[in-house]
């Protein structure tokens, strides 16, 4: 079913997203309370006769159950037996309405030994062969250690196991720190957070709250901030891989609402194995849920890993991703494999990327694989480290992204990537992003004092941070977004021809439409063209100096003020120039704006056909595309409007 009175779910091909939710009735209910004194998986589910434990519930579902779960801590996984059989006869778990359910792939320990025998100096220090000498008495540093007890993994040890699983075909090794590659899946908690792994032990004495894994992964050594006694801590160990997931895969409408899930010890995608995971089932809502400290991946939605064998007539994806908070998971928030129909909104995924994988692959606030008629609207992006904030990789149709906020990107390539994506349409709109550091070793920008750089032919790739990201993708549209303070451009595009054989992953980054977009101090550039093979029009280049507007091919490059691209490619013709400062205010949703006192340098002045806008209310309305009928907020634009995602600015 869908809604075309809901201007934000209208599809890039004109058609509203297919909404499939209903007000599902069940006619079976089951209690669990982990508190309740009366609580018995020997009871019989009801309400006056809880279960304890939600595994006993998960037995017992079938269609059109209903399983609501009593604000507690629940060390266990939930493994429905059984899924829905359509929309209007699902299986949901449900915290409680007001109770906090905490799923926690972890286990309290409380057995500590001082840790001995083991050198706190780095053995480089010991070559000459003197024996070191022995550790005072009265050394500060607290080194403690926990005998894993193997009853508690039941087959599991993900301190035996390291991040990276089986696929690793396409990790650059030359590139690569592989140290997080291969730490331990296994995490330590103390009080609720993760304490760093080291790859050594003597690595304990020189930084606290850090811990260490020996060889056969039964023992952990560790050291907590300011060398205090874990006995004055909660000290918690990850001791299994997911808090959700179904007992045998193509399980399917299955709802998750209000949990809080944490702790999960998953190995780097792929395959994708979330915290949360819909184990390559269809029609599955995830909503209000809050999934802390993965491992790696937060919640997958998809088919899991390409090396499974595709079963015909397979449906993937139909999955719905709402109003969650995902916090600190090591590679990705949110991954889908060949995810179509997904509705992903109204989420805050932050502190993306800690494991520093990015050279998997996979690392992103969502990664999704050929997203066909999807819908990403309203979602915050924040705090991303070394990785996308969204990434759609390869064979992208019809999807929308829109109303979203991305926020620091950190050491960040770029925030958004569209991977060989050549058939159909994909928009991008009314979107946010802002803050894009790029990731780059500065040692390598060449130096270029004087007049070295003026006559090359072309930029070097030794800086980056993009906007918005294309590699062989063609027929997108970036319209009325507000993109500022990118390392490198806003919008950079290249093509991909080599890949255009055997695995159709090519495109040549043509016949993109950029439209009415504000491009706001982004360093090198605010579009890059592949060739003119594109269109540019009605956007607002704020505090941007130098060639800014540039079309790589054919060579030699160039390198274009807002004249120059109007007069010899016709671009912009509606575009404007402008000198003062914006900064958005993303909890209210609003534009603000500032006078600034500078000069741009060698501005051109009236006299050459360029003229410079100081007065933000002097800002000319632009013709509104069809296809982008509202803004950020969700108000109707009517006829003309301003560039940038709002409607009106705030000052």
Same mark, same amino acid.
């Not at 039964?218 to 801590?233: A, G, Y």
């Given at each position: 079913?869908?809604?075309?009175? @809901?201007?934000?779910?209208?599809?890039?091909?004109?058609?509203?997203?297919?909404?499939?939710?209903?007000?599902?009735?069940?006619?079976?209910?089951?209690?669990?309370?982990?508190?309740?004194?009366?609580?018995?998986?020997?009871?019989?589910?009801?309400?006056?006769?809880?279960?304890?434990?939600?595994?006993?519930?998960?037995?017992?579902?079938?269609?059109?159950?209903?399983?609501?779960?009593?604000?507690?801590?629940?060390?266990?996984?939930? #493994?429905?037996?059984?899924?829905?059989?359509?929309?209007?006869?699902? $299986?949901?778990?449900?915290?409680?309405?007001?109770?906090?359910?905490?799923?926690?792939?972890?286990?309290?320990?409380?057995?500590?030994?001082?840790?001995?025998?083991?050198?706190?100096?780095?053995?480089?220090?010991?070559?000459?062969?003197?024996? /070191?000498?022995?550790?005072?008495?009265?050394?500060?540093?607290?080194?403690?250690?926990?005998?894993?007890?193997?009853?508690?993994?039941?087959?599991?040890?993900?301190?035996?196991?390291?991040?990276?699983?089986?696929?690793?075909?396409?990790?650059?090794?030359?590139?690569?720190?592989?140290?997080?590659? *291969?730490?331990?899946?296994?995490?330590?908690?103390?009080?609720?957070?993760?304490?760093?792994?080291?790859?050594?032990?003597?690595?304990?004495?020189?930084?606290?709250? #850090?811990?260490?894994?020996?060889?056969?992964?039964?023992?952990?050594?560790?050291?907590?901030?300011?060398?205090?006694?874990?006995?004055?801590?909660?000290?918690?160990?990850?001791?299994?891989?997911?808090?959700?997931?179904?007992?045998?895969?193509?399980?399917?409408?299955?709802?998750?609402?209000?949990?809080?899930?944490?702790?999960?010890?998953?190995?780097? /995608?792929?395959?994708?194995?979330?915290?949360?995971?819909?184990?390559?089932?269809?029609?599955?809502?995830?909503?209000?849920?809050?999934?802390?400290?993965?491992?790696? *991946?937060?919640?997958?939605?998809?088919?899991?890993?390409?090396?499974?064998?595709?079963?015909?007539?397979?449906?993937?994806?139909?999955?719905?991703?709402?109003?969650?908070?995902?916090?600190?998971?090591?590679?990705?928030?949110?991954?889908?494999?060949?995810?179509?129909?997904?509705?992903?909104?109204?989420?805050?995924?932050?502190?993306?990327?800690?494991?520093?994988?990015?050279?998997?692959?996979?690392?992103?606030?969502?990664?999704?694989?050929?997203? $066909?008629?999807?819908?990403?609207?309203?979602?915050?992006?924040?705090?991303?480290?070394?990785?996308?904030?969204?990434?759609?990789?390869? %064979?992208?149709?019809?999807?929308?992204?829109?109303?979203?906020?991305?926020?620091?990107?950190?050491?960040?390539?770029?925030?958004?990537?569209?991977?060989?994506?050549?058939?159909?349409?994909?928009?991008?709109?009314?979107?946010?992003?802002?803050?894009?550091?790029?990731?780059?070793?500065?040692?390598?920008?060449?130096?270029? /004092?004087?007049?070295?750089?003026?006559?090359?032919?072309?930029?070097?790739?030794?800086?980056?941070?993009?906007?918005?990201?294309?590699?062989?993708?063609?027929?997108?549209?970036?319209?009325?977004?507000?993109?500022?303070?990118?390392?490198?451009?806003?919008?950079?595009?290249?093509?991909?021809?080599?890949?255009?054989?055997?695995?159709?992953?090519?495109?040549?980054?043509?016949?993109?439409?950029?439209?009415?977009?504000?491009?706001?101090?982004?360093?090198?550039?605010?579009?890059?063209?592949?060739?003119?093979?594109?269109?540019?029009?009605?956007?607002?280049?704020?505090?941007?100096?130098? %060639?800014?507007?540039?079309?790589?091919?054919?060579?030699?490059?160039?390198?274009? @003020?807002?004249?120059?691209?109007?007069?010899?490619?016709?671009?912009?013709?509606?575009?404007?120039?402008?000198?003062?400062?914006?900064?958005?205010?993303?909890?209210?949703?609003? *534009?603000? *704006?500032? @006078?600034?006192?500078?000069?741009?340098?060698?501005?051109?002045?009236?006299?050459?056909?360029?003229?410079?806008?100081?007065?933000?209310?002097?800002?000319?309305?632009?013709?509104?595309?069809?296809?982008?009928?509202?803004?950020?907020?969700?108000?109707?634009?009517?006829?003309?409007?301003?560039?940038?995602?709002?409607?009106?600015?705030?000052?």
């Amino acid at each position: 079913m869908t809604n075309n009175n @809901d201007l934000t779910a209208i599809l890039p091909d004109g058609t509203g997203f297919e909404f499939w939710e209903k007000d599902c009735s069940y006619d079976r209910t089951l209690y669990v309370a982990c508190d309740d004194q009366n609580a018995s998986d020997d009871n019989d589910g009801s309400i006056n006769a809880p279960f304890k434990t939600i595994g006993r519930a998960a037995e017992q579902v079938r269609p059109s159950t209903k399983v609501i779960i009593r604000g507690g801590i629940y060390r266990e996984c939930i #493994t429905p037996a059984a899924g829905g059989s359509d929309s209007d006869h699902m $299986v949901s778990f449900e915290a409680y309405p007001g109770e906090q359910v905490i799923i926690r792939a972890s286990e309290q320990v409380t057995d500590f030994s001082k840790s001995s025998g083991w050198r706190l100096e780095p053995v480089a220090e010991f070559s000459s062969g003197t024996r /070191p000498a022995k550790a005072a008495e009265n050394d500060p540093r607290k080194i403690w250690k926990h005998e894993l007890d193997p009853d508690m993994f039941r087959g599991y040890n993900p301190f035996c196991a390291v991040n990276i699983i089986h696929d690793r075909l396409f990790i650059e090794y030359d590139k690569t720190d592989m140290t997080t590659y *291969l730490n331990r899946r296994g995490c330590v908690y103390c009080d609720g957070e993760p304490l760093k792994q080291v790859a050594l032990y003597h690595l304990l004495g020189e930084e606290d709250n #850090t811990y260490w894994v020996e060889a056969n992964g039964q023992t952990i050594h560790f050291r907590l901030k300011n060398d205090e006694d874990p006995k004055e801590h909660l000290i918690e160990i990850s001791v299994r891989e997911q808090c959700v997931t179904p007992k045998e895969p193509f399980l399917s409408y299955i709802r998750i609402k209000g949990l809080v899930c944490e702790h999960a010890a998953t190995g780097g /995608p792929v395959p994708q194995r979330g915290a949360i995971s819909s184990f390559r089932g269809h029609h599955w809502i995830v909503e209000d849920c809050t999934v802390n400290h993965a491992n790696t *991946l937060a919640i997958d939605i998809g088919n899991e890993c390409w090396h499974h064998e595709r079963i015909e007539n397979q449906i993937i994806g139909y999955s719905v991703i709402r109003g969650c908070t995902i916090r600190n998971p090591g590679v990705c928030g949110i991954a889908g494999l060949y995810a179509e129909h997904m509705l992903i909104e109204d989420n805050v995924i932050e502190g993306t990327g800690w494991q520093k994988m990015e050279l998997s692959w996979e690392a992103a606030g969502i990664k999704l694989h050929n997203s $066909v008629n999807g819908l990403i609207r309203r979602n915050v992006f924040k705090n991303t480290f070394r990785a996308d904030h969204l990434w759609l990789d390869c %064979g992208n149709e019809n999807t929308r992204i829109t109303s979203n906020i991305f926020m620091n990107g950190i050491e960040q390539r770029e925030a958004i990537f569209i991977e060989c994506t050549k058939d159909g349409v994909n928009l991008i709109d009314n979107n946010i992003i802002w803050n894009v550091e790029g990731r780059f070793d500065p040692a390598l920008v060449p130096k270029e /004092p004087g007049s070295t750089g003026w006559y090359k032919l072309s930029e070097t790739d030794a800086v980056n941070g993009y906007g918005i990201y294309c590699e062989g993708t063609d027929r997108l549209i970036v319209a009325h977004n507000l993109i500022g303070k990118c390392r490198h451009s806003g919008y950079y595009a290249k093509p991909v021809a080599f890949r255009m054989g055997g695995l159709e992953r090519g495109g040549t980054s043509g016949k993109a439409k950029i439209k009415n977009n504000i491009f706001y101090d982004c360093k090198e550039a605010a579009i890059v063209f592949p060739t003119a093979d594109n269109e540019a029009e009605g956007n607002l280049y704020l505090c941007m100096t130098g %060639g800014f507007l540039r079309v790589m091919y054919p060579m030699p490059e160039v390198c274009l @003020d807002l004249k120059t691209w109007q007069e010899f490619y016709g671009f912009d013709l509606a575009g404007q120039f402008a000198w003062f400062a914006v900064e958005p205010d993303t909890e209210n949703l609003t *534009l603000g *704006l500032k @006078d600034r006192d500078d000069e741009p340098v060698n501005a051109p002045g009236p006299d050459k056909g360029v003229k410079l806008v100081r007065d933000p209310d002097a800002i000319e309305k632009v013709s509104t595309p069809e296809y982008v009928k509202y803004d950020i907020n969700g108000e109707s634009r009517e006829g003309a409007s301003l560039p940038g995602p709002f409607i009106r600015w705030k000052k």
